[in-house]
């Protein structure tokens, strides 16, 4: 239930941001920026606003949905460390599939989390004299890419270890 939460909360943050980066962004806005943070591709307003909705959108259906029809894919399909000692008995196959689609959603929540700070980034470039991104969204993608490596650690060596029945 947390994890739907937390998921339905990123999704919630998305639209935010979105709404106001509508009201915030000018005319021109920087849509890429290089390895220094310095903006490389401009474009409209209309063509961020655009290409961010889709970026979360998608990313949105295919987390969210692959979480809610986890129950639905067939174990061999289920990619998963141990499949066979998980899928062994009906408990234990309902246990990972609980375990899967919280990951999903939690790692979807991180991800669109990210995406609306991209969209926050950049409709606070757009509007600086010194359109950079800044450190701040440096340092939120390497937190980002620390969590994951650290989810992803935890899952393989604790989360889905073959445990006594």
Do not use: K
């Not at 979807?108 to 010194?130: F, I, K, P, Q, Y």
């Amino acid at each position: 239930m947390t994890a739907r939460l937390t998921f339905a909360a990123s999704v919630l943050s998305l639209a935010v941001a979105l709404v106001c980066a509508a009201f915030l962004l000018p005319a021109e806005v920087p849509l890429h920026f290089d390895g220094s943070g310095d903006p490389d591709r401009w474009g409209s307003r209309t063509e961020a606003l655009v290409t961010m909705g889709l970026v979360g959108g998608l990313l949105a259906l295919v987390l969210g949905g692959s979480a809610a029809l986890v129950d639905r894919m067939p174990p061999g399909v289920l990619n998963v460390p141990h499949r066979d000692w998980w899928t062994a008995t009906p408990e234990r196959e309902r246990r990972m599939r609980t375990m899967m689609r919280t990951d999903l959603l939690v790692i979807g929540a991180a991800t669109l989390l990210l995406v609306a700070l991209a969209v926050v980034a950049t409709t606070v470039a757009a509007r600086s004299d010194d359109p950079a991104l800044g450190p701040h969204f440096v340092v939120a993608f390497a937190g980002y890419l620390l969590f994951l490596t650290g989810w992803t650690v935890w899952s393989l060596r604790t989360r889905y270890r073959r445990t006594a029945p």
